[in-house]
């Protein structure tokens, strides 16, 4: 007896009516569920979480450890491929799911890209740019690194980082011990600082068949460590754009990648471009992709996930901008959505997050516009009208 499963991966491409898994069950897994509904596939997130992002959405949430392999078998044997929405999945799960079905992107490119030494020594050995970097396993490796690479320098742990947590910015040789003791891990990364104009990314889908296509360069701002607001296309002169699109699908097809890849980098200040980190995953900056772009990531990172033709990254106006909305918003109560949806042209997406940190992403607003700077003011203005003005009295 062939399996649906069988039946699938022998005709090819996996067709709407499939079932989709996904190895995370946050926003991003939510924003790949809604395209995947759209287009007639069926969708099961799997994560330790119960009434997640993802699995309010989904037609199916497996709520289990990572680690409950029995559970990820049980997971794997219910669906036609898996991908993921974030990297740190361990590698005994991503195993034991590519065992009975596609993993895309496979669990090759996770081992690189959870782990910052293997991303950056990737990248380097195949000649991309990065920061002059150095490995450190205890203070004095710590110390040793900051000795060759000069100060001010970026330590970070080498696993299990994300919107900043786990580095610590070092100005000189003397803060090697405090910085270690801030650090506490047992390996680090430890880089050159980069004196850059602005950071940008590029999100690059590769298919089943080798394609590969890629967003318009997109710039980014950050706050506090996480991604604030981002316009496309980038205003940079059109030779970087190109080399910034080179860079991301040569990264693309180095990993052999299926699915979706962020390549971020830093736009040095005398002009190079350098790799900064790597998420084999769709992006917070290709968000504005939703409204902006003829096919968004997250319906590329579907169709690589199944076989299908890539869809056209073009954009369909001629910039758009997108804003984050942290929980720091709801400190003084329910946002004035209305107030915000009162701009014209912008677009609302919230989570489905029931409690709203201070730093915690609860959605995102978009704008397309003639210029960047237009779509730039829409979200800002939005995101601003958002605050409740306390009662006077």
């Not at 399996?3 to 924003?31: E, F, N």
């Not at 910085?179 to 680090?188: F, K, N, V």
């Not at 971020?264 to 902006?292: C, K, W, Y």
């Amino acid at each position: 007896v062939v399996s649906r499963r069988g039946r699938h991966a022998a005709a090819g491409p996996l067709l709407p009516g499939a079932t989709i898994g996904v190895l995370g069950s946050g926003q991003l897994g939510r924003m790949l569920a809604l395209a995947a509904r759209r287009m007639g596939y069926r969708v099961h997130v799997f994560s330790p979480e119960r009434g997640s992002p993802a699995g309010e959405v989904a037609d199916h949430e497996h709520a289990a450890p990572y680690e409950h392999l029995a559970a990820v078998d049980h997971f794997a044997a219910k669906v036609d491929a898996v991908t993921f929405e974030f990297e740190n999945v361990p590698a005994a799960t991503a195993e034991t799911v590519a065992a009975r079905v596609p993993v895309r992107p496979a669990p090759a490119v996770l081992h690189v890209c959870q782990q910052r030494l293997r991303e950056k020594g990737f990248l380097a050995e195949r000649g991309f740019p990065v920061t002059p970097f150095r490995a450190a396993r205890s203070e004095e490796e710590l110390a040793a690194a900051l000795a060759a690479l000069g100060t001010p320098a970026v330590a970070k742990t080498a696993g299990w980082g994300y919107d900043g947590k786990g580095q610590v910015r070092i100005e000189g040789p003397g803060e090697a011990a405090e910085a270690w003791r801030r650090l506490a891990t047992d390996e680090a990364i430890v880089e050159a600082f980069v004196d850059f104009e602005r950071e940008v990314s590029v999100v690059v889908a590769r298919g089943a068949d080798g394609t590969v296509a890629d967003f318009p360069l997109f710039a980014n701002d950050h706050a506090r460590h996480v991604l604030d607001v981002t316009v496309a296309p980038a205003p940079v002169p059109p030779e970087v754009a190109r080399e910034a699109s080179e860079i991301a699908r040569g990264v693309a097809r180095a990993l052999d990648l299926v699915g979706v890849l962020c390549v971020e980098m830093f736009l040095a200040t005398d002009g190079r471009l350098l790799v900064n980190e790597l998420a084999p995953r769709p992006h917070n900056s290709g968000h504005l992709t939703i409204e902006a772009a003829a096919t968004s990531q997250f319906e590329q990172q579907l169709r690589a996930v199944c076989g299908l033709p890539l869809g056209s990254p073009a954009l369909v106006a001629p910039a758009a901008a997108m804003a984050n909305l942290l929980g720091d918003l709801w400190d003084g109560g329910e946002p004035d959505w209305p107030a915000a949806l009162a701009v014209p042209g912008v677009a609302l997406h919230l989570y489905g997050k029931r409690q709203a940190r201070p730093g915690r992403k609860m959605g995102h607003l978009t704008a397309v516009a003639a210029t960047a700077d237009d779509a730039r003011a829409a979200v800002l203005a939005a995101r601003a009208a958002l605050r409740r003005t306390p009662a006077v009295g």
